[in-house]
Nanobody, 122 residues
Framework: QGLLAESGGGLVQAGGSLKLSCTASGRTFSRPAMAWFRQAPGKEREFVAAITWSGSSTSYVESVKGRFTISRDNAKNTTYLQMNSLKPEDTAVYYC???????????????WGQGTQVTVSS
């Protein structure tokens, strides 16, 4: 059984920062790629960022480049998403996911967390 647990969400004003964490346990250890997705109200879930096991390669959706940074600490089984210069349109439930390959689509990931709410007020 694999488990991913997100934390760090909350309410922040536009221009502020939040850091999300995703801690992995169980069979998720065997999945080298980690990713963050988000789903805003009334919208489909979308890719945000992904990272390989070594951390040497990352990928971001265009709308967050230069503002968000994905990183990981394998010793702590934790993946992070540092979010700076937040905008109201970043408001969403953020999910972490684990898979074999770093891809920007949901089907590449077979373990998912329950999500954490991020709300950015204007």
């Amino acid at each position: 059984q694999g488990l991913l647990a997100e934390s760090g969400g909350g309410l922040v004003q536009a221009g502020g920062s939040l850091k999300l964490s995703c801690t992995a346990s169980g069979r998720t250890f065997s999945r080298p790629a980690m990713a963050w997705f988000r789903q805003a109200p009334g919208k489909e879930r979308e890719f945000v960022a992904a990272i390989t096991w070594s951390g040497s390669s990352t990928s971001y959706v265009e709308s967050v480049k230069g503002r968000f940074t994905i990183s990981r600490d394998n010793a702590k089984n934790t993946t992070y998403l540092q979010m700076n210069s937040l905008k109201p349109e970043d408001t969403a439930v953020y999910y972490c996911a684990a898979g074999y390959w770093m891809r920007d689509y949901e089907a590449a990931y077979d373990y998912w967390g329950q999500g954490t709410q991020v709300t950015v007020s204007s």
